[in-house]
């Protein structure tokens, strides 16, 4: 397989030869963008606010291109010269190497500043969700759930930081990252996209990420500008399946789904991308209370928007709220958006067009869009350097630097869920037989958006990098596929094999997929891989359950079958390695979770749930009784808390001080999540049980105490009220902090 790998690039370089443009043609860095704006025809505006397919311009049929892929120059030409196309993406099932990527970059910017009128030049947008996408050689990361999963914000910005490297060293200036969607439904083929279902956590995370996309010059040659998604509300579709529609009151929209982009348009964060389908009702796309009432006037946003694929086309075939698509494009625009993802022809083009000569839309409407994207293309640099540098200027890219910090960063998010008895950490010695659909492929630790939309080609994976069977000791290790269990033969096979070993290590989890693809109508683990549990345990040898999975599946059936489980998420193209550091004990596991396993299909919960969900009052049940909660995980050693220290009983202005000592009472060297919890006991509006009100991730060595320090003002207690807005309400509040407890007053 490699081999192939090698000889796509090698026939892709010959047919299109490469090269590099260093000179620097029409800088303009001092560009003067309402001067600019003025010499532009309706044509040239409109042009602008479009965004194609790459295939769009290449040779073939969109999404059958001819092999190699290679821009024709006439289609190019029609799109840049003829219709002043001012953006391009690429979402096509192919991953280039660098000097490919180069080629069609420079290619593309030669055409835009030497051909067209105006010289503008194009920005190119990627989704480059874990580590640059669609490109060979690149360094992958964990999933973004997996990220939220090491609570570790410093190393989840150093892993924005060199995703946007690396993006940019293929030419390419703009990221469709990060998903700053609250994570609450496990059902949601995107949930691995999110960085969880805590607010405060998916705050902090997306701050972190975008702060290492954007770093403090857009212009540089090593950052990107981010893209917010989706605004709003995307995450929570009623039937849990993708783009179907979603019910959020105002109390809850502003509570819990507005705060991770308030807080990324506060850090400056340069563009959204609309959410794709309906909010209560109203298709967002065309909502105007939501894309210029909401996001520019009420939050301040003043980047660019960009609708998500086809979303336009989808008020008129999908939505059925637009009669015509010259409609959907009138509704579109007159909401607020600013750049259309056609993705495949020139309707957009002409339609809005056409409604701007009839006097429908203003020309003015235009020129608020127009400007916005202009002042992009200057923040990024684009009108000083269009081109890209040669891959000399990139010499981290792919380096054993970066693969190291994409190791650490899955060795801190995969999770220990089970150890009963201190079945691991294992001896290296010991012999193992690695089983499962998840042992032995790169896909299933990779997950979609994986140098592919779905990731599922295996063409694309980097041999070089181990899948979980690879990463441990080939000497002791036996594997067995378990994709035809159904043959006698494997099932003895694989019996006498569990045998012969002290441990089992079984891989299990879902192929992976996203959006629509991803669409689930249960949630329960397959029964074939839920058999292959109860026939290797019945060997009455250890068994170890491995869990390789985009979102949870439900595991209560097997979970007593399992000596140890551990949480692997999808950690990326380094998550054997680091799974195997784990499993041998070269590294104690920190991880904790960033949502609510459930235990039962019918009891989605969240941890911060309201007590009538705690209690069924009548029956005196519990109905809140997951398989393991939001934030836990275990640790190869053990964590002590004491000494919880509130700096005053009560809290009237300024801030309180909380303090709790953490004690690593165990022989091994740990990181602790310390995570910080408020629970307001009587409410206007009726609280919820706990709410995470801050956290810090601390490593301590054995017998070492660790002094973890919270500050808190009257703002971090409120919520939003009655009246839609954010209040704080005078009464008692409960501090927990690990196991220690304490309470204080607030007056107002």
Excluded at 369 to 382: F, H, M, P
Excluded at 400 to 427: C, D, G, W, Y
Excluded at 675 to 698: C, H, M, N, W
């Amino acid at each position: 397989m490699k081999q192939l790998q090698n000889n796509v690039v090698r026939k892709i370089k010959n047919s299109i030869g490469i090269f590099f443009i260093t000179t620097t043609l029409h800088a303009q860095s001092n560009v003067d963008i309402d001067a600019l704006l003025s010499k532009m025809t309706i044509e040239e505006k409109v042009g602008q606010m479009t965004q194609l397919n790459l295939d769009v311009v290449c040779e073939g049929g969109i999404y059958n291109l001819v092999e190699p892929h290679h821009i024709e120059p006439a289609k190019l030409h029609k799109a840049l010269v003829d219709y002043h196309v001012g953006s391009i993406l690429n979402c096509g099932g192919h991953a280039y190497g660098l000097d490919q990527w180069h080629t069609i970059i420079n290619t593309i910017q030669q055409v835009a500043t030497t051909e067209t009128r105006l010289k503008i030049p194009v920005i190119y947008g990627i989704d480059a969700i874990h580590g640059a996408n669609y490109t060979l050689g690149s360094t992958l990361f964990p999933q973004p759930l997996a990220q939220a999963a090491s609570w570790n914000t410093d190393m989840v910005k150093r892993g924005g930081e060199i995703t946007a490297y690396e993006v940019r060293a293929t030419g390419i200036p703009w990221n469709f990252s990060p998903v700053l969607d609250l994570g609450r439904d496990p059902r949601w083929s995107r949930l691995f996209e999110t960085y969880g279902e805590d607010v405060l956590l998916a705050t902090e995370m997306g701050l972190a990420t975008i702060e290492g996309y954007q770093g403090n010059n857009l212009a540089d040659a090593y950052h990107v500008a981010a893209c917010m998604k989706h605004f709003l509300g995307y995450s929570m579709p009623r039937t849990g399946k993708d783009r179907t529609p979603v019910y959020i009151d105002e109390i809850q929209l502003r509570e819990y789904f507005l705060p991770t982009f308030q807080a990324a348009i506060n850090a400056g964060a340069a563009t959204v991308m609309v959410n794709s389908g309906e909010l209560n009702g109203i298709p967002v796309h065309a909502d105007k209370k939501i894309l210029t009432d909401l996001l520019r006037s009420e939050l301040g946003f003043k980047g660019v928007a960009v609708t998500d694929w086809e979303d336009i086309m989808k008020l008129n075939n999908i939505h059925m709220v637009a009669p015509t698509l010259k409609d959907a494009v009138y509704m579109a625009i007159d909401a607020g958006i600013d750049m259309c993802m056609v993705p495949n022809d020139y309707d957009f083009t002409i339609l809005l067009t056409e409604l701007v000569k009839e006097g429908k839309i203003s020309e003015a409407r235009l020129d608020v869009s127009v400007k916005r994207i202009l002042e992009l293309k200057k923040q990024l640099g684009l009108f000083e350097q269009p081109f890209t540098p040669a891959n000399t200027d990139y010499k981290k890219f792919g380096s054993t630097e970066f693969a190291r910090a994409a190791q650490n960063m899955a060795e801190e998010s995969i999770t220990l869920l089970k150890n009963n008895n201190q079945v691991l950490p294992i001896q290296q010695s010991a012999k193992i037989l690695v089983t499962g659909p998840a042992a032995n492929s790169m896909t299933y630790l990779n997950g979609a958006w994986t140098r592919t939309w779905q990731g599922s080609d295996t063409i694309w994976n980097d041999q070089s990098k181990y899948t979980i069977r690879e990463a441990f000791n080939p000497a002791t290790t036996t594997f067995i596929a378990s994709d035809n269990m159904s043959d006698t033969d494997v099932r003895e096979k694989m019996f006498a094999a569990a045998k012969a070993s002290d441990v089992i290590i079984i891989c299990l989890g879902e192929k992976p997929s996203t959006e629509k693809v991803g669409d689930i109508d249960a949630l329960t683990m397959p029964d074939n891989q839920q058999q292959l549990v109860g026939l290797l345990k019945s060997t009455g040898k250890p068994v170890v359950l491995v869990l390789v999975e985009n979102r949870p599946l439900i595991v209560n059936d097997i979970e007593p079958l399992c000596d140890a489980i551990v949480l692997a998420y999808e950690p990326g193209d380094y998550g054997g390695l680091a799974l195997a550091n784990i499993i041998y004990g070269k590294v104690n596991p920190s991880g904790k979770l960033p949502f609510t396993y459930p235990r039962h299909e019918a009891s989605l919960l969240w941890y911060d749930h309201k007590h009538t969900e705690t209690l069924d009052q009548t029956f005196g049940r519990k109905a809140f009784n997951p398989q393991w909660e939001f934030g836990y995980g275990l640790s190869y050693t053990t964590f002590q808390y004491s000494n919880l220290k509130i700096s005053n009983d009560t809290l009237s202005t300024g801030n309180l001080q909380i303090s709790v000592d953490v004690t690593n009472t165990g022989t091994t060297t740990g990181k602790e999540v310390v995570q910080f919890y408020i629970a307001d006991r009587y409410a206007s509006i009726t609280p919820s049980v706990k709410r995470l009100r801050g956290f810090e991730k601390v490593e301590i060595k054995p017998g070492a105490t660790h002094i973890v320090t919270f500050t808190i003002s009257a703002k971090d207690l409120a919520f939003v009220g009655r009246d839609e807005k954010w209040i704080s309400e005078a009464g008692w509040f409960d501090i927990m902090l690990g196991s220690e407890k304490s309470s204080f007053y607030l007056s107002k």
